[in-house]
């Protein structure tokens, strides 16, 4: 099998439902592997992290969207994420990416802990009470999705009581992140990115009138200062990455995390009784189901190589990071779930100029939220089949049923 047949494969039902034996077979291939004309796949991990944080690779932006794909401006889901930092390239990237990190800082993620851990507690209280009688709990739904939301959601000032109809908004928007190749696929996240960017209208135009002490207030007051050092349509594109990217791959981080501690049972009681560290933990869970599979550069100088596979200008290269964190010439027994690990360094946050600002904040909530739910529910077990979501770019659970006791 050829780098290009392994690439159409991970697009359908069972590449996406487990793409890990074509990573093996991609291994098989080298660390880069052409997919096609123009375009290449690096599944190394050094190759992997050489892409991502070299600034002569960057990501399909607006202007090269509309040149290669002009029906993607009738998209709005597309076009609201190519105005974000997310699809951006220098020097816009670094002007808005800096206004957003200031908030991302370290001390002021590490302030953050005591409110995670009466989030925690308050969840695992209301999971307690709906499975009080042995009923299953959707660990997904109850918890996976609510910490996170409700932590980015004090963060950007949203109130509480539209918390609630952010999970499926942003499963919808995100379709627009996947290899789509029906653009009718599309209606529902253009659906989503309409009703996303009007609800961020309204409460920037409520902050505008009414500051408060959050992120939308302060990025508000930047916007009506300089036009120039963030516009109205980057204002209303980043707010909602904010909120979808705060919270989505977290959600699918605490999953995909359950589900690995329900399948290596000795993990869990090693968790339990301090033997396996939250911070191992967060790591190996990142580095051997990644909630972030892929994700793609493009060449934008001449010259340029990646393990001496040429890249030529505008060619593409598929970053696979869940490829990359399983490389054997990178880890010893890549497929094995090991939280002891001390040499564990996943890409799944990405690298470079686009690391993602919410890591530290991620692992974090995992660090506080795994310990927490295992010594609160002690008997914690699956209760039937989990459910997962039909993606490639975004690996994570639609259902995970639990017993509590």
């Known amino acids: ?5 392994i690439i159409g494969q991970l697009m359908g039902p069972e590449g996406r439902a487990d793409p890990y034996p074509l990573y093996r077979r991609a291994h098989a291939l080298g660390p880069v592997v052409p997919c096609g004309p123009g375009m290449a796949m690096a599944v190394g991990h050094r190759a992997a992290n050489q892409v991502l944080r070299n600034p002569a690779f960057g990501v399909a932006d607006h202007g090269m969207r509309a040149d290669f794909d002009p029906e993607f401006l009738e998209h709005s889901s597309a076009v609201l994420l190519s105005r974000s930092v997310l699809e951006t390239n220098a020097p816009h990237h670094a002007r808005v990416r800096s206004l957003i990190a200031s908030v991302f800082t370290a001390r002021r993620v590490a302030a953050l802990e005591p409110a995670v851990v009466a989030a925690v507690d308050a969840l695992l ?20 999705f609510r910490l996170p939301v409700g932590v980015i959601c004090e963060l950007l000032g949203v109130p509480e009581a539209d918390r609630y109809r952010f999970r499926g908004l942003a499963a919808d928007l995100t379709t627009a992140l996947e290899f789509i190749a029906d653009p009718s696929e599309l209606t529902a996240a253009d659906e989503a990115a309409d009703e996303l960017a009007g609800y961020f209208t309204e409460l920037a135009a409520e902050r505008r009138a009414r500051p408060k002490d959050d992120l939308v207030s302060a990025l508000v007051e930047v916007a009506a200062a300089d036009a120039g050092r963030l516009s109205g349509q980057e204002l209303l594109a980043n707010l909602v990455l904010l909120l979808v990217a705060g919270f989505e791959t977290t959600t699918n981080l605490l999953g995909n995390g359950l589900a690995l501690l329900f399948e290596h049972p000795e993990a869990a009681a090693g968790l339990r009784d301090g033997t396996v560290t939250p911070v191992g933990l967060t790591d190996e869970v990142l580095r051997l189901d990644s ?6 550069r493009i060449a934008l100088a001449p010259g340029l190589a990646v393990e001496g596979v040429e890249t030529p200008p505008g060619s593409a290269v598929f970053v696979l990071i869940g490829a990359a964190n399983r490389d054997p010439d990178r880890y010893e027994r890549p497929e094995v779930f090991d939280p002891a690990r001390t040499d564990s360094q ?9 690391f993602c600002l919410g890591a530290q904040l991620a692992k974090l909530e995992s660090a506080v939220a795994m310990p927490a ?12 089949a989990p459910t997962r979501r039909d993606r490639l770019v975004l690996r994570g659970f639609e259902t995970l049923p639990v017993t509590l006791r």
């Open 1 to 5: 099998m050829d780098g290009e047949a």
């Open 125 to 144: 209280d209301e999971m307690a009470g709906q499975g009080s009688d042995g009923s299953p709990v959707d660990f997904m739904d109850s918890f996976a």
């Open 346 to 354: 996943p890409l799944s946050f990405g690298g470079g100029a686009h």
């Open 291 to 296: 909630p972030v599979q892929l994700t793609s």
């Open 373 to 384: 739910l295992l010594h609160r529910f002690p008997r914690l077990a699956p209760a039937g």
